[in-house]
């Protein structure tokens, strides 16, 4: 009995090491975000082409930062990542949406909006050992053939408390981007409806 217990408490503490080890890594994916519900667009929907967005932080490479002073990074795009989330949302409301890279080729489409603008802050930090926040601030752009007809900053901030990992840190972004976008939708949507 006593060899049992000499055994259990060093497996039992290289289980812990183990675990803790096991917290996010500094490279964090960017995952796409489907809406749960979508409106198949009518053929006289009104059309929206949706412009990448620039990001305009200071630190395109980094995502934030870890307690222990280094950066969460990410090898995916994250002007795309919102970019074609927001144009998602849209087209699950039941509009015609396209996606492009710049404002040319989106007034070459002809489209009734275009809708761009830029990522100003997009950040996730490490408070504690389980515990992160994430800040998602963006200003967007809708225009008609004619003239602007809405410009608008909106911001999310999100936290979360969790077992340290690397889907614990994505979901948190997610859910953050879904907090800017769905406003964004509803304006848009009323603006465009109206």
Not at 139 to 146: E, I, R, T, W
Not at 163 to 173: I, R, Y
Not at 188 to 193: A, G, L, M, N
């Amino acid at each position: 009995m006593t060899s049992k217990r000499i055994f259990f408490l060093p497996c039992l503490l290289a289980l812990l090491l183990m675990i803790s080890a096991c917290g996010p890594s500094n490279t964090v994916r960017l995952l796409p975000m489907k809406p749960a519900a979508s409106v198949l667009p009518a053929p006289s929907a009104s059309t929206i082409a949706v412009v990448k967005f620039s990001d305009k932080r200071t630190d395109t490479a980094s995502l934030g930062l870890r307690r222990d002073n280094s950066y969460f990074t990410t090898m995916d795009d994250t002007a795309e990542w919102v970019s074609k989330a927001i144009a998602d949302r849209l087209s699950a409301s039941g509009f015609q949406v396209s996606y492009t890279l710049n404002a040319s080729s989106a007034k070459r489409a002809a489209p009734d909006y275009i809708l761009n603008g830029s990522i100003e802050q997009l950040e996730v930090r490490e408070t504690s050992a389980t515990s992160f926040e994430a800040k998602i601030r963006v200003n967007y752009v809708l225009a008609n053939k004619d003239r602007v007809v809405a410009r608008q900053p909106l911001m999310a901030a999100g936290s979360t408390t969790t077992f340290p990992n690397n889907s614990a840190v994505e979901q948190l972004l997610a859910e953050t981007l879904k907090d800017v976008i769905e406003p964004m939708n509803e304006k848009i949507t009323s603006i465009v409806q109206h």
